[in-house]
């Protein structure tokens, strides 16, 4: 006689978004397989059209270890790589996990655990930026500080509470497939978006500081400046398509942007008073950059401001410049429907 399956160990599904990883996918796959979990466990990695080794490594992964599993995902872009990992997919519950991304050892028992203890229909908890170089650790410190990224739990931390979105997710699979999974046309911002429509559908988003995800920061100011950019344009078409999904906090950085470079051209051609608001700008960074990088190298603390700048400015720019014509894009689209396999 077979024995019944542990229902405090429910099978789960881990889905991965891949696209030029080659540097941490292996790192992350065997972080995912190493968790302290009793249930079963399969991971699904869908990959993009990568230029680097990283087809080589899931390859390489697969062979390794018969749980884990790829699926192409031809556009290369991240909604449609979660929709076709959820639907090769088949177990009740579902992880998101980024190819950068690294799971504490008892992340997925800690998930499954709170999911049944709040009733939540998806749970999350901190990103949790670790850098490997000077530049890196700078832009570590400045996500998690308060300065840099406002009062976002997933980033600074918090008590446990019910919260508008949180990092990555661990899911009740009823519920990605009552929502048609992420809106494919969220280029950005789809996990945003998809716990807008969860919440609106009346489940319950759980923040948890006892999950944590470790994440490696972009390596450059140049990529730094694309994401941030990307995040701001697209949280704008958030705010277009779902009315009063917006906040005070969404608004600040590209408030900023526009008084920053009110004062630069009032500074140059009216009066030199117009710099105040520049340079209190760069004052308070500065400042507030001193317990942000507490224990860090100096090269890494000089950079600081740096990073919150570039976040800060980039963020702004992009909510500020992004085009009505993605919101109608977006309006115009249908949720594809995801099922299991």
Request: glycine share 10%; net charge positive.
């Amino acid at each position: 006689m077979n024995a019944k399956p542990d229902v405090r160990f429910p099978a789960v599904s881990v889905i991965m978004p891949v696209l030029n990883e080659e540097r941490h996918l292996r790192g992350a796959v065997q972080a995912i397989l190493a968790q302290e979990y009793g249930g079963d466990m399969e991971v699904v990695i869908a990959l993009g059209p990568s230029t680097d080794r990283t087809d080589e490594i899931a390859a390489e992964l697969v062979a390794e270890d018969p749980r884990v599993h790829t699926v192409p995902n031809p556009t290369g872009r991240t909604p449609a790589a979660l929709n076709a990992a959820i639907k090769a997919s088949r177990h009740p519950i579902v992880v998101r996990v980024d190819g950068h991304g690294i799971l504490s050892p008892n992340y997925i028992e800690t998930a499954v655990r709170l999911l049944a203890e709040t009733g939540a229909q998806n749970v999350g908890g901190i990103m949790h930026a670790e850098g490997e170089n000077d530049w890196e650790h700078a832009v570590a410190a400045a996500m998690t500080s308060r300065i840099g990224v406002g009062n976002a739990a997933f980033h600074t931390g918090g008590d446990a509470a019910p919260a508008e979105t949180v990092y990555l997710g661990v899911f009740r699979r009823e519920a990605l497939e009552q929502q048609g999974g992420y809106n494919e046309e969220f280029i950005r911002a789809q996990d945003w978006e998809l716990n807008f429509r969860i919440r609106e559908a009346g489940g319950l988003i759980w923040f948890s500081p006892e999950l944590k995800v470790s994440y490696r920061p972009r390596p450059s100011v140049r990529a730094l400046a694309k994401q941030y950019k990307d995040y701001g344009r697209w949280r704008h078409v958030v705010a277009r398509y779902h009315s009063g999904s917006i906040n005070l906090r969404y608004l600040a950085p590209p408030t900023a942007v526009c008084a920053i470079a009110a004062g630069l051209v009032a500074g140059v051609a009216l009066t030199p008073w117009g710099l105040v608001i520049p340079g209190g700008y760069l004052a308070a960074i500065a400042a507030g950059s001193l317990p942000a990088g507490k224990g860090l190298p100096l090269k890494a603390r000089l950079q600081i401001p740096v990073a919150l700048a570039t976040m800060h400015m980039s963020w702004g720019w992009g909510f500020l410049t992004s085009p009505k014509s993605l919101a109608k894009r977006v309006i115009a689209s249908r949720r594809p429907a995801v099922h299991s396999a």
